[in-house]
């Protein structure tokens, strides 16, 4: 197979982001560029992503994304060889932003459009640098796969490329929207996670620390779901009762750095024990040789420490693969590192399982 080029589109949500890929041979694949338009700073103003306002950053955003992420590497649209683009999930305003985009440049370039599941795409952030991706099949399958993320949380198998199974997933609110919710509370910035991360890593256990305890979810039950719901909910009624008790408001109280620090480092190692605790034990069950993170979440730094620290200890020389930050979030790097590896199964002849672990049953 000639070296093609793919030209990826990511709007799933609120990031407009544009990539060149380039699947060399039969195994290997090279980025060239990468552009996002992040929209954080609007969606600072209501402490989430509005549907309606995403939807119109993109189409103001989303040509100027793709010529700069062309203009970088001074090329022309024709030189592409395929265009591929975000489906799903996510926010149908934003995607029909990104996937009629990609439709019209299919249309008038007459190229080839590759559809990319965005759950999938999260996982193959894991291969971006791996060099030879398809000849690594027999020393990292099966794998265990933790996908984490504002609207998404969830653990697959990953038997082969292409070839999956959904372990378990959330039964009510992401990790990621748990993070975002209590940094609500606590009156902290938005996002969520890197805000409680930067303040729960200022806590210093002392022998006169506060000694606050939530719940962990679901960490013992049987099946590998997950449920973050009733956890912000206590850390609101915590915050209530130690301001009751200290006979204060909640805005006195969280004006205290070192209680908010307490507090955002007990949430978030309450969501970390509960996503280690999970994939462990899926890894055990499974006999994975390999365990992989995907998603916003994942660019937490703790939770990458405490995974690292576990792994050791389950699987013999363990293969842990996490995405660098950057690659965590949404991004159209990995939309196109998807679809070439898309194409270079075809060409080789395997099989490819069309994902379906968006679906809320399992597989």
């Known amino acids: ?7 990826a589109i990511e709007t799933s949500c609120d990031e407009t982001a544009a ?15 990468s552009v996002v338009y992040s929209q954080i700073k609007m969606h600072k103003i209501t402490r989430g992503v509005v549907p309606e306002v995403a939807s119109r950053a993109h189409i103001e955003k989303i040509i100027p994304v793709i010529k700069k992420a062309v203009k970088d590497l001074k090329v022309i649209l024709k030189d592409f060889d395929t265009i591929a683009v975000t489906v799903g999930p996510g926010l149908i305003g934003s995607l029909l932003v990104g996937i009629d985009t990609a439709k019209t440049l299919s249309f008038v ?20 640098g791996k060099s030879k991706i398809l000849g690594l099949k027999s020393k990292i399958f099966p794998a265990v796969v933790l996908i984490v993320s504002g609207g998404h ?24 929207e748990a993070f975002d919710k209590v940094a609500s509370i606590l009156g902290l910035g938005y996002p969520g996670g890197p805000s409680i991360s930067k303040i729960a890593g200022t806590y210093k256990r002392k022998p006169k620390s506060y000694k606050l305890r939530l719940p962990r979810p679901m ?16 850390v609101l009624y915590l915050v209530r009762n130690l301001a009751k008790d200290k006979g204060v408001t909640i805005e006195s109280l969280l004006n205290n750095h070192r209680i908010t620090a307490a507090i955002a480092f007990e949430f978030q190692q309450a969501v970390v024990d509960v996503l280690a605790e999970k994939t462990i034990k899926a890894a055990r069950v499974y006999k994975a040789k390999t ?14 420490k405490i995974l690292k620290q576990k792994i050791k200890k389950i699987i013999p020389r363990p293969n842990l693969f996490i995405p660098a930050p950057d690659l965590c979030t949404d991004n159209a790097v990995v939309i196109g590192v998807c679809a070439c590896c898309k194409l270079i199964c075809e060409k080789n002849k395997n099989n490819w ?10 597989i």
Do not use: W
Not at 1 to 7: A, D, F, G, R, T
Not at 19 to 33: I, M, T
Not at 353 to 362: G, H, P, T, V
């Open 1 to 7: 197979m000639k070296n093609k080029k793919i030209l």
């Open 19 to 33: 990539a060149v890929v380039e699947c060399e041979g039969f195994k290997n694949v090279k980025v060239l560029s």
């Open 109 to 128: 370039l007459n190229k080839p459009l590759i559809p990319i599941n965005h759950i999938e795409a999260h996982i193959y952030a894991n291969f971006v």
């Open 153 to 176: 949380t969830q653990l697959v198998l990953m038997r082969g490329h292409g070839n999956y199974k959904l372990l378990g997933s959330t039964i009510d609110d992401a990790a990621g």
């Open 219 to 234: 960490i013992d039950s049987s099946d590998f779901d997950f449920s973050f719901s009733g956890l912000k909910t206590a």
């Open 291 to 304: 365990v992989m993170l995907g998603g916003g979440v994942a660019a937490n730094q703790h939770l990458r």
């Open 353 to 362: 399982q069309e994902a379906r672990i968006n679906l809320k049953s399992k």
